[in-house]
């Protein structure tokens, strides 16, 4: 008989586990991210953000966490994995950026934050810092990057953009209040860009398709569609015609939740008007 699987309900995504083993660790201990950053001489706001998977920092900080848990090196092992799945990720994020450069349509819905090729470059800064990057040369390279996404948009033959924002997206300012009336008043300025559509998927739609599932879908030339499908861990490039089409028929269904553009454009008026 094979051996028997043992079932522990913790994810098998390397990045997720990760974070997962230290709050475990840390939360059997009835230990505060404060108190843990004391005994451990490091700011206890980068523990918090590995917990949430926003960064899986060093491995000096990782193996001061082995030695005070008495883990025997398990956490540098799983630190590892998480590392070498955070490459494969930036490959694949690589691929996925060539591709939206080169694509005649691209539809998304984001369910929590504002999408890339709308953000403005506070919000996509703030972002970044939120991801562990601290002001550096790397972080101003990002940002860079990031914007030059745009050109997509602006371009001779401009790329038809269309975007299904979840109300949150909109509910979730920046903490700096001219950060993020600069953020509104840019969208609002999208939506009255002609290759642009953009929708609100307001909170009485209630649950719907693609649930907490950040999802882009890219029309290239030569008539292919590919997905991107994105949560707060990791990232997948999708090729395999008939997973794209249920992605596709998912996005269609979400649309017909979401508000008309019109409306929609309304909506951001009226959050920039309500603005103190």
Request: charge should be negative; glycine fraction near 6%; include cysteine.
């Amino acid at each position: 008989m094979p051996p028997r699987r043992v079932v522990t309900g913790r994810s098998q995504e390397p990045r997720r586990r990760f974070a997962e083993e230290i709050r475990l660790l840390r939360t059997e201990r009835k230990l505060s991210l404060r108190k843990l950053g004391e005994a451990l001489g490091w700011d206890w706001s980068l523990f918090s953000k590995m917990e949430s998977g926003h960064t899986v920092s060093s491995p000096d900080v990782v193996q001061a966490l082995d030695q005070y848990y008495g883990t025997r090196g398990m956490l540098l092992v799983l630190w590892e994995l998480a590392v070498a799945d955070t490459t494969q990720f930036r490959e694949r994020y690589r691929r996925f950026m060539a591709l939206e450069a080169e694509a005649v349509g691209i539809q998304q819905y984001s369910p929590s934050l504002m999408p890339g090729l709308l953000q403005t470059e506070a919000y996509a800064r703030h972002m970044f810092r939120l991801g562990g990057l601290p002001p550096s040369a790397e972080l101003d390279q990002q940002t860079d990057a990031r914007m030059s996404r745009k050109d997509a948009l602006i371009r001779k033959e401009p790329a038809y953009f269309r975007a299904i924002l979840d109300e949150a997206v909109l509910r979730r300012p920046l903490p700096d209040a001219e950060e993020w009336r600069g953020q509104l008043k840019h969208l609002e300025e999208m939506t009255r860009q002609e290759n642009v559509m953009i929708q609100v998927l307001p909170f009485s739609a209630g649950p719907c398709e693609l649930a907490n599932t950040d999802t882009a879908l890219l029309r290239l030339l030569d008539g292919r569609t590919v997905a991107w499908v994105e949560s707060g861990y990791s990232g997948e490039l999708i090729e395999e015609a008939a997973k794209v089409e249920r992605l596709t028929v998912d996005f269609d269904r979400l649309r017909d939740h979401a508000l008309p553009p019109r409306e929609s454009a309304e909506f951001v008026l009226q959050l920039l008007e309500e603005l103190p």
